[in-house]
């Protein structure tokens, strides 16, 4: 729903994770023997990314280890200060030396925090013997921060885990009735119905949905999109595009267009194809991968602060003060003065006092929120909508600017858990629309995360477009994107990060291609009264601006979500909501599409490829205002990607820190930039003895650099295999990388590999890394274990002392635990969503540990989402659990003979 937008926003800090790594950046090389009179500040880094804070979602019983970067030589001690927040107490932990990068321009502190079930927050401490700086998601600084999110510390919230797949996806925005036309036969035609005086207008696809009146007309005007079109435009979404996650506005029977007055929350509308074509498309996404292998997920709007004046509800609320729906809402004078959602009479506002509402909703088996994730549904998450503005009896806590209301926290707590029962891989994200982060519902027991207005959509069109969301004139340097990008990200913990949702556009903010436009035309309408107003229309596209949003969004921490239309530079209207929601233009995305379809199909693809992209460190390099050019780096222990962003109309030259990031002097980064319209940019970039590359770059566009990762200190061991996920999934592809003992001196290297003792062996050639291990990128077949060994171009083997290099395979979606690794000694909960489930009536747990030992047979039970789940206690000695499942009819799932083994630790 459209909010109102604060243009006073309130800076947050950066968040930093439970591995805590400082650095501090030293200028030139053999700086490690120079010693300094003070703390560098320069030189600090943490955040929480995965080599600076370990485990990325850690559980109530995992230690956790922080790393901190600072200059080499400089420091003599530090430590990390950590916040309980349940005790309300301080406790230092002093860090280790842990050496210096391979540069020997930084060296690294790491401490291992003990276990706790408690929400804490955390800084460093860094000394040098005569000074002390304090380092947190802010920065440094010469004094001690405030304990919390609100003073930029670093946060930690043991138990909080979002969806694999939604850290890992690319999602579609889709607002159904602009998209596709797929049964002409439930158009809304002209005169059909009424609302609020306003007949039904029936446009032609591709007409401008703005009527001339906002509040009336333009509501009830129908382009004819429905499920059934987004059903035969999925394969454009999942193959063509490359998006694995469906979103969809909301759908439930309403009057109008956006249906955010929903009528009736049980029926999606007809004119959208009706309950069977959700069906239909729930299915079919479910059926569906991405070209990465990603299985299809789906998720719906959930409108649940307020119904629709025509709602059955509040029509019998109206009716009668004895209805059992008269507490759902609050009335000041019945049956005609009530409480509505920002003044608007046809929205009047829920009660959430009434704890039969709270069943109604989301709390009983047949609820709303349940009944959607339950079959045939089978729905993978809901998007709140308006979610700060619920309360009880007609009090809006957003509106109120109360961030801290019982009972908005108590339902969307009771939400969580209802929901996250009903499918644990479930994913909630909430809306968002003030100039804050909403860090009070992301600390584990609410959202799994927020539309990132304040955190990513803004300062990516201050910056970009001269515009924020609201179509005002506002412009940030890179500096300011720099401090408002880190400020917002430390906003969360380490599990919400990772699933922020990040767009350019939305149904609520007028187009990001508009914004960027080289030139904006204007119309003219004439309102029902007959007065005139002029409105932005289109104009001529500025495709570098849409590049370079895409670039940013790609690249970014978080999800990156596509609003419908974005991904080829669709324009149009101003801040009237019918000019946001313009009918999809197919003539842009065919015959391989225009120049920005085809960046973001290949932006897509890179995000897909390197998980630094997904889940890497957010380092600043570059943010020079002369310029207007802006570098970061994404990093992690597979890969390390340097991002350098030119905001200006002009082809610039900038010095980028290679060094910064870990790069090693006279190391080369390879070129992986998607070139599109034209452009040419060099392969590659060698990094000089300054720790510098300098690299060249086009006017509004971007230059990505990619090269192998690694650990952050010099000499600490590679592990002799691994691999880019862990662990591998059937069906997807994989990178797997070698650093054993034949690496440093081999000229080539041969991956040997099969599955599930040896079957189907394969000689894969692997590709030396700028950091000397080798890798090779290959398709995981299905089965339970990949069986690999190594030989170079002498014919010397690396087999593992005979034991051979044995990786873990999952089959996607089949079995699921929690947690995961399984922990020896701990109960665990194994869902089970395999061939046997949909007809099953009852299923069996056949399983044993370290090959079958201790064979146990465990009843399942039946979940609401038609998974079958069992608690069991993982046996003390275990190293691996080994499962099958039979069903009422003595019907197996061994996973075609291989088993499921899912690894203890």
């Known amino acids: 729903m459209k909010r109102r937008i604060i243009n006073s926003r309130q800076k947050i800090n950066r968040a930093a994770g439970i591995v805590l790594t400082l650095g501090m950046l030293y200028p030139v090389m053999g700086a490690h023997a120079t010693t300094y009179s003070t703390v560098q500040w320069d030189g600090l880094f943490a955040d929480q990314g995965p080599l600076y804070f370990s485990p990325q979602e850690p559980s109530p019983i995992d230690p956790i280890q922080l790393t901190l970067r600072a200059t080499a030589n400089n420091l003599t001690s530090a430590e990390a200060m950590v916040y309980d927040n349940v005790t ?57 921060p405030a304990n919390g999110p609100t003073g930029g510390d670093f946060w930690i919230a043991p138990g909080f885990t979002t969806p694999t797949w939604a ?62 079109g987004v059903d035969q435009k999925l394969s454009y979404i999942t193959n063509s595009l490359g998006a694995n996650i469906l979103y969809l506005n909301p759908i439930f029977t309403a009057n109008t267009n956006h249906k955010y007055d929903t009528q009736n929350y049980f029926q999606v509308d007809p004119h959208f194809g009706g309950n069977s074509a959700l069906q239909q498309l729930s299915s079919d996404v479910h059926n569906s991968t991405d070209p990465a292998g990603q299985k299809g997920r789906i998720v719906l709007d959930g409108v649940f602060n307020h119904t629709g004046a025509s709602n059955a509800w509040f029509q019998g609320a109206q009716s009668s003060q004895t209805s059992p729906y008269y507490n759902w809402y609050t009335f000041s004078s019945w049956p005609n003065s009530y409480a509505t959602f920002e003044g608007v009479a046809n929205l009047p506002k829920l009660n959430y006092g009434s704890t039969s509402l709270q069943g109604e909703i989301y709390g009983n088996s047949n609820s709303v ?68 982060q909403p860090y009070e519902w992301l600390n584990g027991n609410q959202w799994d995360s927020s539309v990132n207005y304040n955190g990513f959509l803004q300062p990516a069109s201050e910056w970009i477009t001269g515009y924020d969301d609201g179509f005002n004139a506002n412009s940030i340097d890179p500096t300011q994107l720099d401090q408002w990008l880190h400020n917002t990200l430390v906003q969360a913990p380490r599990a919400a990060q990772l699933t922020q949702v990040n767009q350019l556009s939305t ?13 904006i035309s204007y119309k003219t309408y004439t309102a029902p009264n007959g007065s005139t107003f002029t409105e932005p229309y289109g104009g001529t596209p500025n495709v570098w601006k849409d590049d370079l949003g895409a670039f940013l969004e790609f690249s970014y921490v978080g999800l990156p979500t596509i609003y419908y239309g974005d991904e080829y530079g669709m324009m149009g209207g101003g801040t009237n909501d019918a000019g946001k929601r313009w009918t999809f233009d197919w003539s842009q995305v065919a015959n391989g599409g225009n120049s920005v379809f085809q960046l973001y199909q290949q932006l897509i693809a890179l995000r897909h490829q390197y998980s630094a992209l997904r889940d890497g ?7 020079d205002n002369n310029t207007n050019v802006y570098a970061f780096s994404r990093f992690d222990a597979n890969q390390r990607m340097i991002i350098i962003l030119n905001n200006s109309n002009t082809t610039q030259t900038e010095t980028i820190p290679a060094a910064d990031a870990g790069s090693l002097i006279g190391s080369t980064l390879t070129n992986v930039t998607p070139l599109v319209n034209g452009v040419t940019e060099a392969s590659s970039y060698t990094v000089d003895s300054s720790g510098n590359i300098t690299v060249t770059l086009p006017g509004h566009y971007a230059t990505m650099l990619e090269q192998a990762g690694g650990p952050l200190v010099s000499g600490a061991a590679l592990p002799a295999v691994s691999s880019n996920t862990s662990p591998l999934t059937a069906g997807q592809t994989a990178s797997i990388y070698y650093d054993g003992s034949l690496a440093s001196t081999a000229s080539t290297m041969t991956m040997h590999w099969g599955f599930n003792g040896w079957n189907s062996t394969i000689d894969t050639p692997m590709v030396k890394q700028d950091n000397g291990s080798w890798k090779a990128t290959v398709s995981i077949p299905v089965g339970s274990q990949l069986n690999a060994a190594f030989y170079n171009q002498n014919g010397t083997w690396d087999n593992n002392g005979g034991q051979n290099y ?97 690894p203890v630790q």
């Open 88 to 144: 309300g107490t301080t406790s230092t932990y002093p860090m280790s030396y842990s050496g210096t990068d391979a540069n020997g321009l930084y060296e690294f502190w790491t401490v291992t925090l003990p276990a706790s079930a408690d929400t804490r927050f955390y800084y460093f401490q860094a000394n040098d013997g005569t000074s002390i700086a304090y380092y947190n998601g802010f920065g440094a600084a010469s004094s001690a």
């Open 507 to 519: 149904q609520d903010t007028p187009r990001f291609g508009e914004r960027a436009a080289e030139s």
């Open 369 to 436: 929120a349940q009944t959607y994730l339950n079959p045939p549904y089978l729905i993978d998450g809901w998007r709140l909508d308006a979610p700060g503005h619920v309360g009880a009896n007609g009090y809006d806590p957003e509106a109120n600017g109360n961030y801290n209301d019982p009972t908005n926290h108590a339902v969307w707590q009771g939400f969580r858990s209802s929901v996250k029962a009903a499918n644990p891989n479930s994913f909630i994200f909430g809306e968002w629309f003030e100039g804050s």
């Open 617 to 623: 460190s957010f380092m600043t390099l570059v943010a």
């Open 167 to 228: 850290q890992r996806g690319v999602q579609y925005q889709v607002f159904v009735d602009r998209f596709y036309n797929g049964n002409t036969a439930n158009d809304v035609t002209n005169g059909a119905y009424t609302w609020q005086g306003n007949p039904t207008v029936q446009l032609n696809w591709g007409q401008d949905p703005e009527l001339g009146n906002q509040g009336g007309t333009d509501q009830v005007a129908f382009a004819g999109g429905d499920l059934e």
């Open 806 to 902: 044995n990786m873990e395979i999952q089959m996607p979606g089949t079995v699921d635990t929690n947690p995961y690794p399984l922990v020896a000694g701990q109960p665990a909960t194994i869902y089970y969503d395999g061939t046997l489930a949909p007809n099953a009536s009852s299923i069996d747990m056949h399983w044993g540990y370290n090959g079958f030992t201790g064979v146990t047979d465990t009843a399942m039970t039946k979940q609401s989402n038609g998974s079958f789940a069992a608690t069991v206690t993982i046996p003390a000695n275990a190293n691996e659990f080994n499962v099958v499942f039979h069903d009422q009819n003595n019907n197996w799932d061994n996973n075609s003979g291989n088993n499921y083994n899912v």
